[in-house]
């Protein structure tokens, strides 16, 4: 099978694009033709070795975790889903689970959903990883109707569904990217933009009941002071200090810290497509490529500025 996939880890040099051999369904598992798979920061991190102390030394490594495809085989014991049936999801590649970015990839049931009718497969691909992290971050910080919202990071993969999921949840959701994306902010919803590049919203003097900060690499203590009493922060990046603190935080009361890392269940999965099909929630497609140009796509979208998501077409 043709794939993308690294023998070392390292910067865009290190990916390569080639044959491997197609891997075989055990029980409970289930073989896909994989036909797109949306790229995510966790996958040019793995590549890069970030997690090597959980994803090993054994190469070749395939990459990509969201992917969309069609059921080719079944493992023993899988009856549900079908030859056949369409089925998006996430695999777990740090976990040191096969990447996507493959032509074929093995994959438990418990991580497959069913594809909704009509949907296509680059947009099945753009969802994973990105909108069910904004989601989890967001459903924590409980009813947002009337509750001031800030994004920041609000234009790439996570923060796009964030700043969409809040407005429709009633909040007013103060954005922030930097200025060439301004526009697209607004017209995902944003009342007020704020270009990072030009103003530190942390000192400034208007305070909020949720900043979710999807860049992930804010301080508490810097985010404090614009939180407003009982507000939350929440961050995609839970490094062991804002661990310890979310911990503190919670029995010294006020001011939370929201640990907002991806879920998937079965629930969240339902959530986001019912925002979806009502109309509150449209990813942007930022590009959709071949497999064969997958390495340059990789390398814009680590040099930043994309909106939304960028969709490998693989078959
Ligand atoms: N824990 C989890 O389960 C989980 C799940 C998903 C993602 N994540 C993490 O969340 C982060 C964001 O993921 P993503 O998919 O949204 O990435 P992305 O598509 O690359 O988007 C990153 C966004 O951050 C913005 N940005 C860059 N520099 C900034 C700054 N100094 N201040 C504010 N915003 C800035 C970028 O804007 P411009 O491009 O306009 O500069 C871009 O919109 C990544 O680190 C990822 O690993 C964690």
């Not at 896909?32 to 959980?54: Q, T």
């Not at 689970?97 to 049931?109: D, H, N, S, T, Y």
């Not at 753009?126 to 009337?146: E, F, I, K, W, Y």
């Not at 992930?216 to 002071?225: D, I, T």
Request: glycine share 12%; hydrophobic share 45%; charged share 20%.
């Amino acid at each position: 099978m043709r794939a993308l996939y690294i023998n070392a880890y390292g910067g865009p040099e290190v990916m390569q694009i080639g044959e491997l051999p197609a891997p075989e369904p055990k029980r409970g598992e289930v073989l896909i033709a994989i036909k797109a798979s949306s790229i995510n920061p966790v996958d040019w991190k793995v590549r890069g070795g970030e997690f090597k102390f959980i994803t090993g030394r054994s190469f070749p490594k395939t990459l990509g975790s969201d992917f969309a495809g069609v059921v080719e085989r079944a493992g023993a014991g899988v009856a549900v889903p079908a030859v056949g049936d369409r089925v998006y999801g996430i695999t777990a590649l740090m976990l040191r689970k096969p990447g996507a970015q493959a032509e074929r990839l093995v994959a438990p049931l418990k991580r497959l959903r069913r594809m909704p009718d009509g949907m296509s497969f680059e947009l099945a691909a753009a969802l994973p990883v990105a909108g069910l992290t904004a989601l989890n971050g967001l459903r924590q910080c409980g009813d947002l109707r009337g509750k001031t919202v800030l994004i920041n990071g609000a234009t790439g993969g996570v923060g796009h569904f964030a700043v969409q999921i809040a407005k429709a949840r009633g909040a007013t959701v103060t954005a922030v990217c930097s200025e060439p994306n301004a526009e697209r902010a607004r017209s995902l919803g944003a009342a007020v933009v704020i270009d990072y590049r030009k103003q530190d919203f942390t000192r400034g003097n208007v305070s909020y009941d949720v900043v979710f900060d999807v860049f992930g690499h804010l301080k508490f203590p810097a985010v404090a002071p614009v939180l407003k009493d009982r507000g939350a922060m929440v961050t995609t990046m839970p490094g062991p200090s804002l661990i310890a603190r979310s911990v503190w935080q919670r029995v010294v009361g006020g001011k939370r810290i929201i640990l907002g890392s991806m879920r998937d269940r079965p629930a969240d999965y339902a959530e986001l497509e019912r925002l979806l099909a009502d109309g509150s929630v449209k990813p942007v497609i930022d590009k959709v490529v071949p497999l064969a140009e997958a390495v340059p796509a990789y390398t814009a979208l680590e040099a930043g500025g994309t909106v939304g998501k960028v969709v490998i077409r693989i078959a």
